[in-house]
């Protein structure tokens, strides 16, 4: 498996993991989604 599909498997599950977490901050779940479209990059 590419290290770029494991870093963006590893983004996403972050990202969903923030969004569970801090779903009242609507900033974090963005600076996670911004992070993990880096991370595909």
Do not use: T, Y
């Not at 963006?8 to 901050?25: F, K, N, P, Y």
Request: proline share 2%.
């Amino acid at each position: 498996m590419p290290v770029q599909a494991m870093a963006g498997l590893a983004a996403a599950l972050l990202v969903l993991g923030g969004i569970v977490i801090w779903s009242e901050r609507g900033l974090a779940i963005l600076l996670d989604l911004g992070a993990a479209v880096a991370a595909c990059f």
